[in-house]
């Protein structure tokens, strides 16, 4: 299952309840709804679905018994999801790749188990770029730039830092109007950083304390859930 990295001390997070919350979900879901949240759980999974993460809209709302039409009803199953569950995981859907993902919320110092600093730092620099500076897709010329010389070694470093961040559905391969090698920042990349994290970070590169409102408008995070809906 994908992650959403926390604040190392943020009491946000509590592991010792994850399952408590599974179990009382089917006080607010139908068994159709319960259904299709363990699909898309099972499929969120990197073991299980190591490059197709997640399940469709369209199968989604089959598993829901809906018509193609009742999209606003499959919206609405996500928002009852995240109310329900929210402590500790986050339904997104993915409409550019239409993908509805399952996230689940970890401590930083247990991500820096799953990704590197160097993939930590990529994906940092690739989610500033896309969803603050709001650029389509990030080259690779430009995280050379970013983060060191061209030479054969760095290319091999952080084209395996890359690879991490691929492997997890955080990034994806751009093909668009572009014959460079280039990269887009995915609906998983774009969440796996949670608000408390980035007013973290940015307190600590800026040497001040923040207001959470501020960080919020500086990342753009202000209904970030209404992006995805039609």
């Known amino acids: 299952m994908e992650t959403e990295i926390e604040k190392d001390n943020d009491s946000y997070v509590d592991h010792y309840r994850p399952l408590s919350v599974m179990a009382q979900l089917n006080t607010v879901l139908t068994p159709d709804e319960e259904h299709a949240f363990m699909q898309i759980m099972f ?78 730092a990529m994906l940092m620099f690739i ?19 970013a983060f060191g010389h061209e030479t054969l070694d760095i290319r091999r470093k952080m084209q395996a830092a890359l690879s991490a961040l691929l492997k997890i559905g955080a990034i994806a391969r751009f093909s668009g109007e572009t014959d460079e090698e280039a990269y887009e920042l995915t609906a998983i990349g774009s969440r796996m950083f949670s608000n408390s994290y980035l007013k973290r970070f940015t307190e600590f590169s800026q040497s001040q304390q923040l207001h959470m409102d501020e960080v919020l408008k500086f990342f753009k995070r202000y209904n970030m859930g209404a992006e995805n809906e039609e």
């Open 43 to 120: 499929s969120s999974s990197a073991t299980v679905r190591s490059d197709n993460f997640g399940l469709s809209r369209r199968e989604v709302m089959r598993l829901l018994k809906l018509k193609p039409e009742e999209t606003q009803a499959f919206h609405q199953f996500i928002e009852r999801i995240n109310q329900s569950v929210a402590r500790y995981f986050q339904l997104v859907y993915d409409k550019r790749r239409d993908q509805t993902v399952l996230l689940m919320r970890v401590p930083a110092q247990q991500a820096k188990e799953m990704l590197s600093a160097e993939s930590l």
């Open 127 to 145: 989610f500033y770029h896309q969803d603050v500076l709001q650029n389509e897709f990030t080259l690779f010329t430009q995280l050379v730039e």
